[in-house]
């Protein structure tokens, strides 16, 4: 089993900054990589970040130079650190978890987060 709890959202201004945490607890399973999508009203979900174990990572490009993400392998946690905030960035972040339980590769997502920035 894996749990993902996802936490860090808010309202903030234009300029402002947050920092999301995504940590995934149980037991029997090994995390391939992490990351976060987002859905905005009216607009698709979209991949906005991920990491690999190994730490190789990918970014749309809306938030790159912007959003920082990052892991703790040991904890099994993966952080995004997003600056410079812009009210298109303003979305219900769900983060996930790619892992391998036995012989077998899974998906598991957090609760979702909302971020708000404001003008």
């Known amino acids: 089993q894996v749990q993902l709890v996802e936490s860090g959202g808010g309202l903030v201004q234009a300029g402002g900054s947050l920092r999301l945490s995504c940590a995934a607890s149980?037991?029997?399973?090994?995390?391939?990589?992490m990351g976060w999508y987002r859905q905005a009203p009216g607009k698709q979900r979209e991949s906005v970040a991920r990491?690999?174990?190994?730490?190789?990572?990918n970014y749309v490009d809306s938030v790159k130079g912007r959003f920082t993400i990052s892991r703790d392998n040991a904890k099994n946690t993966a952080l995004l650190q997003m600056d410079s905030l812009q009210p298109e960035d303003t979305a219900v972040y769900y983060c996930?978890?790619?892992?391998?339980?036995?012989?077998?590769?899974?998906?598991?997502w957090g609760q979702g987060t909302q971020v708000t920035v404001s003008s």
């Open positions: 990491i690999t174990s190994g730490g190789s990572t």
């Open positions: 996930y978890c790619d892992v391998a339980i036995g012989l077998r590769r899974y998906n598991y």
């Open positions: 149980g037991s029997g399973f090994t995390i391939n990589a």
